[in-house]
């Protein structure tokens, strides 16, 4: 190869490089208001992911794992994180960044939406194992917190 072309070769490699990372840039720069968003819905799934495995495991052994329970965990990060961009587009350029004074109201809430169903898949999960249901517990929970604050009043009563 001729010197030239090597200068013309480097030259053109690095003008298309650097115009790759100025794309990836803008669209990071644009997205950067949702990587909270990102992060719940990544650890969600995550969890998820995690609990089913060791519910999985738990109850069928470890043969029952395969490669096809671990390739939904792309698919359900893709279209959750899909969608949550399809809904900032929605708060950014129809409803302008924000719905009755709150900013990205449509992403919060769809975001809200899929961890809910991924708290219920892991609710399901424990139930499978033998655990009690999250919804029980928590009621547990309250009713002894009324008890202890009316144990607390009295006392200092």
Known sequence: MSTQLKECFLYYTSKFCKEILIMLLTVITFLSPLHGLFYLISFAVA??????????????????LTSTKFFNLAVKSFFYMGSIIFAYLIDIYIFDGSVMDIKLLLSKVLCVVWISIEVKSIDETSQK?????????????????????????????
């Open 47 to 64: 969890f998820d992911t995690v609990f089913g495995i060791y519910g999985a495991v738990k109850l069928k052994g470890i043969k029952s």
């Open 129 to 157: 194992i033998g655990n009690r249901p999250f919804l029980s517990i928590l009621k547990g929970l309250i009713a002894k917190a009324k008890g202890f604050k009316k144990d607390l009043n009295e006392l200092k009563d």
